[in-house]
């Protein structure tokens, strides 16, 4: 099992969830955040530009679609994209009916 947090520009936000939801991935979350990247060479570089960071759990299997589709929707190849991190999970818990691990996740 993994999460996948993903932060993207805005203007990408119904792009990329239509495609993971017409991929099958049945739930995430979307969050607006602010921040600024590596490039502080321009002085507009410190201002916070908001960003939404997508959070997805995923099974191992479905980690690479997920990255596959993110990148194909939102990368433009300019600075500013975004990033992409896929972290280990050791639990997951879907609180309705008390379901663990890889059920908790479909």
Do not use: W
Not at 4 to 18: A, P
Not at 80 to 86: E, L, N, R, T
């Amino acid at each position: 099992m993994k999460k996948i947090e993903c932060v993207i520009r805005s203007e990408k936000l119904k792009d990329v969830t239509d495609a993971l939801r017409e991929a099958g991935i049945g739930g995430m979350t979307v969050s607006e955040v602010r921040g600024f990247g590596a490039q502080t060479t321009r002085p507009e570089s410190f201002l916070f530009v908001h960003k939404i960071k997508l959070e997805i759990y995923a099974l191992d299997s479905g980690v690479q679609e997920i990255i596959s589709t993110i990148l194909k929707h939102c990368a433009s190849g300019k600075m500013g994209d975004g990033k992409i991190a896929v972290l280990p999970m050791d639990d997951c818990v879907r609180v309705r009916t008390g379901e663990r691990k890889n059920r908790a996740i479909l």
